[in-house]
């Protein structure tokens, strides 16, 4: 079973334009994580915020995390062609959850940024 | 530094058949993960090795999967016998020490069953 929900399903952006994914998940967390995956190609890890964090940045890259409405959000800024990609986020259970010691990813969002 | 090597990176088979994956983590890495992708789903873990114990098989259908982690490295998946909805693409993953680190992920395999 896949904990994390994201929304939307598909994102079409032009290029340049910011891109915004949101992720919602269900049990208490360790750390909650963003991947990326192109078509055909294994996972790359992104960026991982703990849940005692409630932002972080990478380059383009900003996540953040809202544990008392068990969401994050992930925002790629000024967009580019080779952003297009499927976008996951990944949830490691916490301590004492059915969910802990796994890493349970949602079904994804799937972005596509036009040149 | 060497990523995660998955082979093969494609197989077609006919249903019933048996099938292996392989997979070389990251070296130093201590846990290994097999996950199961169905197309437009996210990752679903089926086994997690720490070192050679397999740590949690929860959701790895044992009466036709198996796995083994020989030796602590590399590491083998086996479906016998292959059904129709085993159509997927199987992923290695490895992270240095506990689930709570950073996974990095093989390539796949994408396994047709006809």
């Known amino acids: 079973s896949q904990q994390g929900e994201e929304d939307p399903q598909a994102l079409s952006i032009q290029e340049g334009e910011n891109a915004t994914m949101n992720c919602s998940y269900k049990?208490?967390?360790?750390?909650l994580q963003w991947y990326r995956q192109n078509s055909g190609r294994g996972l790359v890890h992104l960026i991982l915020?703990?849940?005692?964090?409630r932002e972080k940045h990478s380059g383009r890259l900003r996540v953040t995390l809202d544990t008392s409405k068990k969401s994050s959000s992930l925002l790629i800024t000024a967009s580019r062609a080779a952003d297009t990609a499927s976008y996951f986020c990944?949830?490691?259970?916490?301590?004492?959850?059915?969910?802990?010691?796994?890493?349970?990813f949602g079904q994804g969002t799937i972005l596509t940024v036009h040149p | 530094e060497a990523g995660v090597v998955q082979s093969p990176r494609y197989k077609i088979i006919e249903k019933k058949q048996p099938v292996a994956f392989w997979c070389n983590p990251i070296?130093?890495?201590?846990?290994l993960y097999w996950y199961l992708q169905n197309l437009g789903q996210g990752p679903e873990l089926l086994i997690r090795?720490?070192?050679?114990?397999?740590?949690?098989d929860s959701q790895l259908p044992k009466d036709r999967f198996s796995a083994e982690r020989l030796k602590g490295v590399d590491s083998t998946l086996k479906i016998q016998p292959a059904e129709l909805g085993d159509s997927a693409v199987y992923l290695c993953?490895?992270?240095?020490?506990?689930?709570?680190?950073?996974?990095?992920f093989g390539p796949g395999t994408r396994l047709t069953v006809l």
């Open positions: 049990t208490s967390i360790n750390n």
């Open positions: 070296s130093g890495h201590n846990t």
């Open positions: 990944a949830t490691s259970g916490g301590a004492g959850g059915t969910s802990y010691g796994k890493l349970t």
């Open positions: 915020i703990r849940s005692n964090e």
């Open positions: 993953a490895s992270s240095l020490g506990s689930h709570t680190d950073t996974q990095y």
């Open positions: 090795y720490e070192n050679e114990e397999a740590v949690d």
